[in-house]
């Protein structure tokens, strides 16, 4: 089991409010993700981090934002939520160098947006 | 376009028979195939991973294959067991990307049935 964790595990939320997803891993990383996962789509990839003050935009435009103030952390922020957010948030970190290096995921957090 | 299609998109079988998942690939320039094990609710876990130099590489009741030539990979599970129900993702890495940047398929949904 890997020592990444996503709270909350459900949310459901209306239109129009602000949350933000943690996530945490205690494994050291410095690379960490964030996916969107609907049921039966493959996992698209929305923010990525190489380390503490970086990050980027990952392949699927979305409107929420990230930050990566510590290492362990990379909380996932969204200012108005609307229900096309609703959806599964998977959070990831890795270590090393490389492209041989494994994604570890965490539980994931699945959003309701009424 | 870099793309990761699986088939069959679901499969149901008995417990303790045998079933095999494919996965063909067009990411290029290939680094790495990973199958990923997907709980219902739960993140990816990783089961195997091979490189462009092996063939064959086994977990247990998992045996992943690679044919790097025609790009295709399949994922062997044998005497399933109840618990292997899930969902089975198979993921390519492309070379020469310092994020580590991961393709995946929509799964393979796999029901046992007692």
């Known amino acids: 089991e890997a020592d990444i964790y996503q709270t909350p595990r459900y949310l459901v939320i209306g239109t129009g409010k602000k949350i933000t997803l943690e996530c945490s891993q205690t494994?050291?990383?410095?690379?960490m993700y964030w996916y969107q996962q609907d049921p039966g789509m493959e996992l698209h990839l929305i923010h990525y981090?190489?380390?503490?003050?970086?990050?980027e935009k990952g392949d699927l435009s979305s409107e929420s934002t990230v930050s990566r103030i510590r290492t362990e952390h990379f909380p996932l922020t969204l200012e108005s939520a609307r229900p096309s957010h609703t959806s599964q948030y998977l959070c990831a970190s890795s270590g090393g160098q490389g492209t041989y290096n494994e994604q570890f995921f965490g539980p994931g957090t699945r959003l309701t947006v009424l | 376009k870099n793309q990761v299609e699986q088939s069959p998109q679901s499969l149901i079988i008995l417990e303790g028979k045998n079933c095999t998942l494919q996965?063909?690939?067009?990411?290029?320039?290939?680094?790495?195939l990973r199958w990923y094990k997907q709980d219902t609710g739960r993140g990816p876990v990783s089961l195997t991973i091979?490189?462009?130099?092996?063939n064959t590489k086994s977990n247990g009741r998992y045996t992943a294959t690679l044919d790097a030539d025609t790009k295709q990979s399949s994922l062997h599970i044998t005497a399933s067991q109840l618990s292997d129900s899930a969902s089975y993702i198979c993921v390519v890495s492309d070379r020469g990307s310092t994020l580590g940047r991961l393709y995946f398929g929509r799964g393979t949904q796999l029901t046992v049935w007692p």
């Open positions: 981090s190489y380390g503490v003050n970086s990050t």
């Open positions: 494994m050291g990383h410095d690379k």
């Open positions: 091979m490189t462009f130099s092996e």
């Open positions: 996965c063909n690939y067009t990411v290029s320039p290939f680094s790495n």
